[in-house]
């Protein structure tokens, strides 16, 4: 940078050369993915969730079931996913400490397009009937809840 000229009349220059030619224009620009955008291309829906309580020797034990479908509803493949499922009394996923962990599973990553499906199995000591499954990512954003029959 050059400053000349009086006080009231400064002229600032600036000016950028380089020797290197760039024989390759194409990789002058990159596209960042980021997560946030990664996850706005995914839909995910409970589906088959089931419920089925027994009692054995005066223990009721409860078998819940559900399936998790990931789909990759972007234009782009989107990067592999950690999906929690929880146990919750609401809607919202409020932390590992206030909903109950059931089990995690992976998605790999997922070309445009694609879809993978995972399954929960949990078996509980209370009646989950009238609570909700949660899948969450590792934002801890919740991708799907579903009402437990
Ligand atoms: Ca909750």
Do not use: W, Y
């Not at 220059?13 to 997560?35: E, P």
């Not at 706005?40 to 088959?48: D, F, L, N």
């Not at 499922?85 to 909903?99: I, Y």
């Amino acid at each position: 940078m050059v400053v000349t000229g009086s006080e009231l009349a400064l002229t600032n220059v600036a000016s950028v050369t380089t020797a290197v030619s760039d024989s390759n224009a194409t990789n002058d620009t990159f596209t960042l993915v980021t997560r946030a955008a990664t996850e706005g291309g995914v839909t995910a829906a409970i589906s088959k969730e089931s419920n089925k309580c027994k009692d054995k020797k005066g223990i009721e034990t409860c078998k819940l079931k559900a399936n998790l479908e990931v789909v990759n509803t972007s234009g782009i493949e989107v990067l592999a996913m950690h999906i929690r499922f929880f146990l919750s009394d609401n809607a919202t996923f409020e932390g590992e400490e206030t909903d109950t962990f059931l089990g995690d599973d992976n998605v790999k990553k997922l070309k445009a397009g694609k879809s993978k499906r995972l399954k929960v199995k949990a078996t509980l000591i209370d009646n989950p009937t009238g609570k909700f499954l949660l899948a969450v990512d590792d934002n801890d954003n919740v991708l799907a809840s579903q009402l437990i029959p």
